[in-house]
């Protein structure tokens, strides 16, 4: 194995592992324990499984650091193509996305303790806990659909480097920079115009495949570095 498909399968893995356990809490948590416009079941939820709860907020703070590496290994694998525009790729994948993801487990941990009932919150009945579980877990939503901007723009110049590259599928690198439009569709939509969302998402979720078919690209073919010897 070469150099370029060492550094392309150490990222494929990277991206993989980090996409795998952030799923606990953008996808998995919110299947089985967030009832829509039910705060009350919601909160009982969540108290009944605290500790499911609580591996979510983990593998959301895991997720965000595992990401970090997953920009630094692309950094490492395409900064030959064009390193300025590496580096915001990199400025957008991780510097700005990581703090906003630490930051936003804050609410969860406020929802965790609302549904719980903690002794110093006895100032506040019941369905009080419930309706301000449920607030801090929808500003947890609002804040990840802030975030979803720069999930998209980081694209951009990714899916750039990736059709440029000589050496990975230009596809794939056409599908990256959909994608991004597709994010920030998403994003625009949940912050403007709620009651869409759900449509948007119905519709968007096949464009944004193409991170998962590069991730895999990248970990089961890795680059191929005959193709680029060729493009230069």
């Known amino acids: 194995m070469t150099s370029l498909g060492r550094k ?4 494929g893995l990277l991206y993989v592992l980090a996409s795998v356990v952030g799923g606990v809490r953008l996808i998995y948590i919110p299947s089985v324990l967030i009832v829509h416009r039910d705060a009350t079941a919601t909160a009982n939820n969540i108290a009944a499984h605290e500790l499911l709860f609580r591996t979510g907020i983990v593998s959301y703070l895991v997720a965000s650091t595992l990401f970090i590496f997953v920009v630094l290994a692309l950094y490492r694998l395409l900064e030959g193509v064009d390193r300025p525009l590496a580096v915001v790729m ?4 991780c510097l700005v996305q990581a703090p906003i993801f630490f930051v936003n487990t804050a609410n969860d941990i406020a929802a965790l303790l609302f549904a719980r009932g903690a002794d110093f919150l006895s100032a506040f009945d019941k369905p009080q806990h419930a309706a301000l579980a449920a607030l801090f877990l929808d500003l947890h939503h609002q804040l990840d659909l802030a975030n979803s901007i720069f999930w998209g723009l980081w694209l951009l110049p990714f899916g750039l480097l990736v059709y440029r590259s000589g ?6 690198g056409v599908w990256l920079m959909v994608a991004c439009f597709s994010y920030l569709a998403l994003s625009l939509t949940g912050l403007l ?10 519709y968007a979720s096949p464009v944004n495949l193409g991170e998962v078919a590069m991730m895999l690209w990248l970990l089961i073919v890795g680059a191929r570095e005959k193709s680029m010897a060729a493009a230069a």
């Open 8 to 11: 392309a399968r150490v990222a």
């Open 90 to 93: 990199v400025i957008l994948g």
């Open 167 to 172: 050496f990975l599928p230009r596809i794939l």
């Open 193 to 202: 115009a709620p009651q869409y969302e759900d449509t948007v998402w119905k």
